[in-house]
């Protein structure tokens, strides 16, 4: 079913119009609000896409929410002092504590709310919004110790697949064969030999309410998923995508393009497991072949065919796995012929 | 504020209690609102008698019982961030777990209250109580006290809130009592009957820069080098100021509850001719020792320290200036300098050569008697200065 995507406000350079048209179901109508909560003028790349997840989230969420920013691009981008590019609370304390920062402002939420100095009736959102490094390395315990002490908390990691704002070091969301300066493509070793941590299971197996995969590229899709994390009683868990030009070495103008092509290949499955019932939210009738994705990435020019037969073999079975726990074909098969 | 001060009118009463207990109990009186920690030895009775606290409906807060003690202290950093009265409590391997976030809970400028049951570090793994894990965190920013027993636990983490959360402070407070030897000894000490009377001495101040989503700022951004100086300056001052506010806050104290404890003590200092300067629970041994020495003919005096951070010059000039020969009992070595960690430091109060020994390392027994002969030696010239001597180690 085709849905029209029409989203107020909303002008992404880039962006092909009715990118999420091939969703499998009717996306909710979102009146965004006019006002912006994550403000113009910060120190992100050039078409650098954290700053759409940012805005879009808090847009969602709204001005009675609170960020727990760790250490990483969006931190040192976007609070210099004595400037800020956030319109609501925001605190950095840390790079590998934005679980526990957050439980604690949360639990602050609570007995100020008992003892009345807080309005009991009032709904505040508290959000981490980490990096990749912060969230699957570095902030992977207090992570793990959040979810599982089920703090009312929405964590969004947005995954650029590696250290950037460092000068592109790898992490545990880095690709097979991805380039990166501490796993460079040599001339034994063709890059990082590791693969991708699928953060949204691993945030899943705590038995949280809500975890989900998303991609800013299918804007709908990622507003629904904000939407209902930020409705659930309990941890909720958003594995964004994000693409980094000078980390992935594209053309700036591919910033969406890129994303699509993630989607588009199966590379990046958007998904959702809402109390254990795990569903793909963006079908994928025919999947273009991996290379369509990796062409158009710096990271990955160093790879010979044997290397993109093989990562395609890895994506193949990764959606075999997705479409089983989905139970159903909603990422379809390869379709070699596809024009990228 | 105007507190309205009737004297000998707070009720007190006589328990007794480890000091473990004892400054679980002065949080739970002070009202805390999120206690975040992670067990180990020998902190662990403290957070265990908190956490009863909250599932006994006894105090009404959050408890974290987080994934580990960098997590605890982040945890008691974002809920005083949010505006909360906080808590926690470690030990040695558990503060250095927590490093990372001990200096910015100084930049952040909030009033975390932190109990240290102090403890060696490891390797060779010990639980025992030295104060290495103490001394490692000196220089990050925290008002710092060092206590001798179990009442001067209690009264000192009451005082340890007022403080820190004083509009001019707003700085975190680490209490240090000794591992086993304050933690785990049952003690006589007298306690505020009505929890009003702790409230009415520390209110919550909230008066520190919060997250709040009526007047919404950025706490923790970056500081480049155009402002890291001053900002960091500003919590440098801060802390060097406080002095006045640990005063005042003890002094008022003494006021209402009849004890007060200065920034430290001394013992038949007035003539004396050999100072012994320790710090924590074997402060009364030093005093045995002085009794001792001066059945002997040898006037000693003794000192102990109960403010490590801000440090009190002014205080350990005034009482150490006319003392001729000075020995201070460090109870954690400073690796590769020259003498003992306090030593140190009070040489260079003092600005002349004063004498340094270890004594207690990874919680080595120790006794009036090994203090008076360590005292006895310094007295007599049988060591030298700021050449640093053992009490109580084995071997050549």
């Known amino acids: 079913m085709k849905v029209k995507v029409e989203v107020r406000g909303l002008q992404l350079p880039g962006a092909r119009p009715g990118a999420a048209v091939e969703a499998a179901y009717e996306y909710a109508d979102f009146d965004l609000p006019e006002q912006e909560l994550f403000l113009p003028g910060h120190g992100l790349c050039a078409s650098c896409t954290i700053g759409v997840i940012a805005r879009h989230m808090l847009k969602v969420l709204g001005p009675d929410t609170i960020v727990v920013n760790p250490t990483?691009?969006?931190?040192?981008?976007?609070?210099?002092?004595?400037?800020?590019n956030w319109a609501v609370p925001w605190i950095h304390v840390a790079f590998g504590n934005g679980g526990s920062v957050a439980s604690g402002i949360e639990a602050a939420i609570k007995v100020l709310k008992r003892r009345g100095v807080i309005d009991p009736n009032r709904k505040i959102n508290v959000v981490v919004f980490a990096g990749d490094g912060g969230t699957a390395d570095i902030g992977f315990q207090a992570l793990s110790g959040m979810l599982e002490r089920r703090h009312r908390v929405?964590?969004?990691?947005?995954?650029?697949?590696?250290?950037?704002?460092?000068?592109?070091?790898?992490?545990?969301?880095?690709?097979?064969?991805?380039?990166?300066?501490?796993?460079?493509?040599?001339?034994?070793?063709?890059?990082?030999?590791?693969?991708?941590?699928?953060?949204?299971?691993?945030?899943?197996?705590?038995?949280?309410?809500?975890?989900?995969?998303?991609?800013?590229?299918?804007?709908?899709?990622?507003?629904?998923?904000?939407?209902?994390?930020?409705?659930?009683?309990?941890?909720?868990?958003?594995?964004?995508?994000?693409?980094?030009?000078?980390?992935?070495?594209?053309?700036?103008?591919?910033?969406?393009?890129?994303?699509?092509?993630?989607?588009?290949?199966?590379?990046?499955?958007?998904?959702?497991?809402?109390?254990?019932?795990?569903?793909?939210?963006?079908?994928?009738?025919?999947?273009?072949?991996?290379e369509c994705f990796l062409k158009l990435q710096g990271r990955f020019k160093h790879l010979g065919k044997e290397e993109i037969a093989f990562l395609q073999k890895v994506i193949d079975e990764d959606v075999k796995r997705l479409n089983e726990m989905a139970g159903g074909e909603f990422i379809g098969p390869l379709d070699p012929e596809a024009k990228c | 504020m105007t507190?309205?001060?009737?004297?000998?009118?707070?009720?007190?009463?006589?328990?007794?209690?480890?000091?473990?207990?004892?400054?679980?109990?002065?949080?739970?009186?002070?009202?805390?609102?999120?206690?975040?920690?992670?067990?180990?030895?020998?902190?662990?009775?403290?957070?265990?008698?908190?956490?009863?606290?909250?599932?006994?409906?006894?105090?009404?807060?959050?408890?974290?019982?987080?994934?580990?003690?960098?997590?605890?202290?982040?945890?008691?950093?974002?809920?005083?961030?949010?505006?909360?009265?906080?808590?926690?409590?470690?030990?040695?391997?558990?503060?250095?777990?927590?490093?990372?976030?001990?200096?910015?809970?100084?930049?952040?400028?909030?009033?975390?209250?932190?109990?240290?049951?102090?403890?060696?570090?490891?390797?060779?793994?010990?639980?025992?109580?030295?104060?290495?894990?103490?001394?490692?965190?000196?220089?990050?920013?925290?008002?710092?006290?060092?206590?001798?027993?179990?009442?001067?636990?209690?009264?000192?983490?009451?005082?340890?809130?007022?403080v820190g959360e004083d509009p001019s402070v707003h700085l975190p407070v680490a209490v240090a009592y000794d591992g086993f030897w304050i933690s785990h000894v049952l003690q006589p000490l007298e306690v505020p009957e009505d929890e009003e009377d702790v409230m009415r001495y520390a209110p919550i101040t909230r008066s520190w820069r919060k997250l709040d989503v009526d007047n919404p700022a950025s706490l923790g951004a970056v500081g480049t080098p155009e402002w890291y100086f001053e900002i960091r300056y500003a919590a440098y001052k801060a802390l060097e100021d406080s002095i006045k506010v640990v005063l005042e806050a003890d002094a008022l104290y003494g006021k209402m509850f009849g004890r007060s404890y200065g920034l430290g003590s001394g013992y038949k200092l007035e003539d004396a001719d050999v100072?012994?300067?320790?710090?924590?629970?074997?402060?009364?041994?030093?005093?045995?020792?002085?009794?001792?020495?001066?059945?002997?003919?040898?006037?000693?005096?003794?000192?102990?320290?109960?403010?490590?951070?801000?440090?009190?010059?002014?205080?350990?000039?005034?009482?150490?200036?006319?003392?001729?020969?000075?020995?201070?009992?460090?109870?954690?070595?400073?690796?590769?300098?020259?003498?003992?960690?306090?030593?140190?430091?009070?040489?260079?109060?003092?600005?002349?050569?004063?004498?340094?020994?270890?004594?207690?390392?990874?919680?080595?027994?120790?006794?009036?008697?090994?203090?008076?002969?360590?005292?006895?030696?310094?007295?007599?010239?049988?060591?030298?200065?700021?050449?640093?001597?053992?009490?109580?180690?084995?071997?050549?």
């Not at chain 1, 959702?272 to 569903?279: A, H, L, S, V």
């Not at chain 2, 793994?125 to 290495?132: A, H, L, R």
């Not at chain 2, 109870?331 to 207690?360: C, D, K, M, W």
């Open chain 2, 275 to 396: 100072a012994i300067v320790t710090y924590g629970s074997i402060y009364g041994l030093a005093r045995k020792a002085v009794d001792a020495l001066r059945a002997e003919g040898i006037r000693a005096g003794a000192l102990k320290i109960r403010l490590l951070r801000p440090w009190p010059a002014d205080f350990l000039r005034r009482r150490l200036d006319g003392v001729d020969k000075v020995v201070v009992v460090d109870r954690a070595f400073n690796h590769g300098g020259l003498v003992g960690p306090v030593a140190t430091e009070l040489a260079a109060t003092l600005a002349r050569p004063i004498y340094s020994a270890y004594a207690t390392i990874g919680m080595r027994a120790t006794d009036s008697a090994a203090l008076k002969k360590a005292a006895e030696r310094v007295a007599k010239g049988e060591v030298e200065p700021m050449r640093p001597f053992n009490i109580g180690l084995r071997g050549p």
């Open chain 1, 72 to 84: 990483g691009c969006a931190e040192v981008s976007t609070v210099t002092y004595p400037r800020t």
């Open chain 2, 3 to 162: 507190l309205q001060l009737e004297l000998g009118k707070v009720r007190q009463k006589r328990i007794a209690l480890t000091g473990n207990h004892a400054v679980a109990l002065a949080a739970k009186m002070a009202r805390v609102e999120v206690i975040a920690a992670y067990p180990i030895t020998p902190q662990t009775p403290a957070v265990e008698r908190l956490a009863e606290f909250v599932n006994n409906g006894e105090l009404d807060a959050e408890y974290i019982p987080v994934e580990g003690e960098h997590s605890a202290l982040s945890a008691v950093v974002g809920a005083s961030a949010m505006g909360a009265r906080v808590f926690t409590a470690t030990s040695s391997q558990g503060l250095g777990f927590m490093y990372e976030i001990l200096p910015i809970a100084v930049g952040l400028r909030l009033p975390v209250v932190m109990g240290i049951a102090t403890r060696a570090y490891s390797a060779p793994i010990n639980v025992w109580g030295d104060y290495s894990d103490v001394m490692s965190m000196r220089e990050l920013g925290w008002i710092i006290y060092m206590v001798s027993n179990v009442q001067e636990a209690f009264d000192t983490t009451i005082q340890a809130f007022r």
């Open chain 1, 154 to 290: 929405i964590y969004v990691m947005y995954d650029n697949e590696g250290y950037m704002n460092t000068g592109i070091q790898r992490s545990g969301t880095t690709p097979l064969f991805a380039s990166a300066t501490t796993s460079p493509a040599g001339k034994k070793i063709p890059g990082n030999l590791t693969h991708k941590k699928p953060m949204a299971l691993i945030a899943a197996a705590h038995g949280i309410p809500y975890s989900a995969t998303a991609n800013p590229a299918y804007l709908p899709d990622m507003l629904e998923k904000f939407r209902k994390a930020a409705e659930i009683d309990g941890p909720s868990f958003i594995h964004v995508l994000q693409s980094c030009q000078p980390g992935w070495r594209f053309e700036p103008k591919y910033a969406i393009k890129v994303l699509e092509l993630a989607t588009e290949t199966g590379y990046w499955v958007n998904y959702e497991i809402e109390d254990g019932k795990f569903r793909i939210t963006v079908t994928v009738p025919r999947r273009k072949p991996v």
